[in-house]
């Protein structure tokens, strides 16, 4: 099954607990938030099927629950 992850920049205190877990999913732009590599936070990427454990422990071990994940995109992209 697929799964989608983003972040709420908003809460997410840049603990640097999800690049820990998940290094190929998250990163930190430069105020040390994390962010989704994947689609830059947009959270309509599907996670690649190796990467969805290491994204799951991430979302589990959020002290503030930043991390978000879906079964589906968070956003539809309007095509262009």
Same mark, same amino acid.
């Given at each position: 099954m697929a799964?989608?992850?983003?972040v709420d920049?908003?809460?997410?205190?840049?603990c @640097?607990?999800?690049?820990?877990?998940?290094?190929? $999913?998250? *990163?930190?732009? #430069?105020?040390g938030v994390a962010?989704?590599v994947l689609d830059?936070?947009e @959270?309509?990427?599907?996670?690649?099927?190796?990467? $969805?454990? *290491?994204?799951e #422990?991430?979302?589990?071990?959020?002290?503030?629950?930043?991390?978000?994940?879906?079964?589906?995109?968070f956003?539809?992209?309007?095509?262009?």
């Amino acid at each position: 099954m697929a799964k989608y992850t983003m972040v709420d920049q908003d809460t997410c205190i840049a603990c @640097g607990a999800c690049g820990a877990s998940a290094p190929d $999913v998250f *990163d930190y732009n #430069e105020e040390g938030v994390a962010y989704v590599v994947l689609d830059d936070n947009e @959270g309509v990427a599907e996670i690649p099927e190796e990467l $969805v454990d *290491d994204a799951e #422990e991430a979302f589990e071990g959020c002290p503030t629950e930043s991390i978000k994940m879906a079964e589906k995109p968070f956003y539809s992209k309007i095509p262009s």
